[in-house]
């Protein structure tokens, strides 16, 4: 699934406008009777008691949802945010056609204008859509502050207000919606974690655009889907044997640590490497022998020899950040040329040498969390900022970032994927060590880099979604989801129809 820009957006309701053909007006209706539709499958059409809209299109679905809502025999009272601007000519056309229905309908010009909101009531937030281009200021940020504290349910129609597609919106005034219905497709602010206290639980309604549009257009940022997923997996052959998918080297594990090495390399085998070799120090070498029998150990102490055995290397679970770490994983790095994963400790330990990122190997696979991220790539300001850098370093460098968190982000050559598997079960520790096995095993089975990457993602959330079937989120733990990673391949496999909620 494509994700639009703003601009891309007013596009698509263009291209729609010319060749479905379809009135612009009846593109607007058809987006109110979507909402309406909603608000009575939920029950709450008749709880709807204040309607607060701005004079662009946005607040045209406003105007025509209250028609629709009175044409029911339900009485919302209409409060427009007065600005400068003219209303849009669907907005003015609207509100036109709500006169003949009401005139309870009040300009709000100043602070002076604000109605009291009881914290029992239901609201609708259509201020501004998808086409705001800069943050709340005066008159408009003070309502959306006052329609905040106010404790009412709010609704937001496409965007919560005051929330930009395109750019962040963190310390700025938008509207805390319960629920936001939008139209036709997840827009990228719902993928933002700074975002999330903002847009409640998301509903995407069809207004059926013409979406031959989505095949002419671009764009930046896409969607991770399962059935983008499913055909990138590689069946096994009946005939194929242990050396035909590959030997993958795990470096994890450490003093107080060895559990991320456990996790990671029963992770890495369930997601079908042919062989692993686990280095772990020799003093622990007992736990890897008794927890992972099917593994080869070396112990760290010993020289790693002939690296061009392996097809794949992951490092960084559980490491450490000693002299002998920084020393074995400058080794790794001069030594082989084969993509890799780095994880953990070893970001890291590549954050205190930053000269070494020009000797990690072409394709390799960086997966930090966003405070590892800036501690290896420098400090942002928002969520927005730290995506665009790793797109922009995507471009620069020849590896593929994941920058982990609920919608993980893949960069990979100036473009991005966004996950929509998985759920705050994830947020233990122990998550991001059975995701490091799963993508040195793909990469072990010569998947190519992105499809590893793509396909390591996916699987590592949808494993946890169906953990949670039997556990919490609260109660998931790392092993959980490695029990599960068996299910999720079969699942991809046999269902081609992507249901993931967000």
Same mark, same amino acid.
């Given at each position: ?33 979507? /909402? ?10 008749? /709880?709807?008691?204040?309607?607060? $809209? &701005? ?70 937030? +259509? ?6 281009? *800069? ?26 207000? #005051?929330? #930009?597609?395109?750019?962040? /919106? ?22 933002? +974690? ?5 847009? &409640? ?10 979406? *031959? ?6 764009? !930046?940022?896409? /969607? ?11 069946? *096994? ?30 992770? $890495? ?43 794949? =290397?992951?490092?960084?679970? &559980?490491?450490?950040?000693? #002299?002998?770490?920084? *020393? ?9 040329? +084969? ?7 070893? =970001? ?71 996950? !929509? ?7 233990? #520790? ?10 040195? +095993? !793909? ?60």
């Amino acid at each position: 699934m494509k994700l639009l820009s703003a601009q891309q957006i007013r596009e698509w309701d263009q291209y729609t406008i010319a060749n479905k053909p379809i009135p612009s007006i009846n593109l607007m209706e058809k987006a109110a009777l979507a /909402c309406m539709t909603w608000m009575n499958d939920k029950g709450i059409e008749r /709880c709807i008691s204040k309607i607060f $809209c &701005g004079k662009g299109n946005n607040g045209g679905d406003g105007l025509a949802i209250a028609r629709l809502l009175i044409q029911k025999g339900h009485s919302p009272t209409i409060y427009i945010l007065e600005s400068e601007n003219k209303g849009t000519v669907d907005f003015e056309a609207n509100l036109q056609f709500l006169t003949e229905y009401t005139d309870d309908i009040h300009f709000i010009k100043s602070v002076d204008d604000f109605p009291f909101i009881e914290d029992t009531e239901w609201v609708i937030d +259509a201020l501004f859509g998808s086409g705001l281009n *800069r943050p709340l200021h005066a008159v408009s940020a003070e309502l959306v502050q006052h329609i905040n504290q106010s404790g009412s349910k709010i609704i937001s129609i496409d965007i919560p207000g #005051g929330m #930009g597609i395109d750019f962040s /919106c963190k310390n700025k005034s938008v509207i805390r919606a319960n629920h936001t219905v939008t139209f036709q497709n997840l827009k990228r602010c719902f993928l933002i +974690a700074e975002n999330a206290d903002f847009f &409640g639980k998301i509903s995407v309604l069809d207004i059926e655009p013409d979406n *031959r549009f989505l095949e002419t257009v671009e764009t !930046l940022f896409t /969607c991770i889907s399962g059935p983008l997923v499913h055909s990138m997996l590689q069946p *096994r052959k009946p005939f194929s044997h242990k050396g035909n998918h590959g030997h993958a080297l795990l470096l994890a594990g450490n003093k107080g640590k060895m559990g991320a090495a456990v996790i990671a390399a029963k992770a $890495c085998l369930r997601s079908g490497a042919g062989m692993l070799t686990v280095n772990v120090p020799f003093a622990f070498s007992s736990i890897i022998h008794g927890s992972i029998p099917e593994a080869i150990l070396i112990a760290r102490e010993e020289n790693i020899q002939f690296l061009n055995v392996y097809k794949s =290397i992951g490092i960084g679970p &559980g490491f450490g950040m000693d #002299g002998d770490s920084e *020393r074995i994983l400058a080794l790794i790095l001069s030594g082989f040329s +084969a993509p890799m994963v780095i994880d953990a400790d070893a =970001i890291t330990i590549l954050s205190l040498h930053k000269d070494w990122l020009t000797s990690v190997p072409r394709g390799s696979i960086l997966s930090p969390h966003p405070k590892e991220f800036d501690r290896l790539f420098g400090s942002c300001e928002n969520d927005y900022e730290r995506a665009d850098k790793a797109m922009a370093l995507s471009k620069k460098y020849p590896f593929i970032i994941i920058l982990k968190g609920h919608h993980s982000l893949i960069a990979a050559d100036g473009r991005g994927w966004y996950n !929509l598997t998985g759920n705050a079960g994830l947020a233990k #520790g122990g998550s991001g060590d059975v995701l490091t096995g799963m993508l040195t +095993a !793909l990469l072990a089975q010569q998947y190519s880099p992105l499809h590893a990457a793509l396909i390591g993602v996916y699987l590592h959330g949808l494993a946890a979604d169906i953990a949670i079937e039997e556990q919490s989120m609260e109660s998931l733990l790392a092993t959980d989801i490695i029990e599960m990673i068996g299910k999720a391949f079969r699942k991809v496999l046999h269902d081609t129809v992507d249901s993931i909620a967000v």
